[in-house]
Every structure is written in C-alpha cells, then in structure tokens.
C-alpha cells in the first residue's frame, strides 16, 4: 500500500509563499516522475509542475518564475515553493507520482489535495 501525505497548504496574503510537501511512503521500487495539480472551486484539475526522477522540470505558464518543483529522492518527497502567490492560485493542491512497484508495473497515485487560499 503506498501513501500520500501533503502538507504546507494554508491561507495567505497575495504576494506571499507558500512551500508543500508530499511524501510517499509505502512498497515501491522507486518513483519516477512526480508533480503536483490544482484545482479551483468549479474548474477541472490542471497541471502545476512536474519533475522527472533526475530533475527535469516543467512547469505551467501560469505559474513559471513563481513557483519552483524539487524532490529529495531520499526522501520520497517532492515539494512546491510558491512565491508571489495571486488570489487566482486559490485551489486544492495535489501531489502524484509515478512509481515501479516490485512486480515491474508502473502505477500513479494521487495525495488526498491541501488548500491554499490567497486573498486579496
């Protein structure tokens, strides 16, 4: 059974940071990529910002030069640093991966969302 568990979600002033984290924890041979969606009170779910297990990144228009993707592998965790944050970031936030499991079969997994809220 592999989990998901995010953090750093929170309500903040426009203009401000915000750092999440998602770390994973179960049996897996590793992961791969990794990334974290968004999804604001009656839109679909849209990609923020992945990363590849040697660190390639990408990233949304929306939100390039603001926000930053990392992982520590050792960690199993990835992680989204949010800076100048604008009301329209105003979402849940999920993190997922891409992990191997022990039977060689490539799986996604998806963390349960944390709220981030920007005010005006």
């Known amino acids: 059974q592999v989990q998901l568990v995010e953090s750093g979600g929170g309500l903040v002033q426009a203009g401000g940071s915000l750092r999440l984290s998602c770390a994973a924890s179960g049996r897996f041979v590793s992961i791969n990529d990794m990334g974290w969606h968004r999804q604001a009170p009656g839109s679909q779910r849209e990609l923020v910002a992945t990363i590849t297990r040697g660190g390639n990144t990408d990233y949304a228009d929306s939100v390039k030069g603001r926000f930053t993707i990392s992982r520590d592998n050792a960690k199993n965790t990835v992680y989204l640093q949010m800076n100048s944050l604008k009301p329209e970031d105003t979402a849940v936030y999920y993190c997922?991966?891409?992990?191997?499991?022990?039977?060689?079969?490539?799986?996604?997994?998806w963390g349960k969302g944390t709220l981030v809220t920007v005010s005006s």
């Open positions: 997922n991966l891409v992990l191997t499991t022990f039977t060689n079969i490539r799986m996604t997994y």
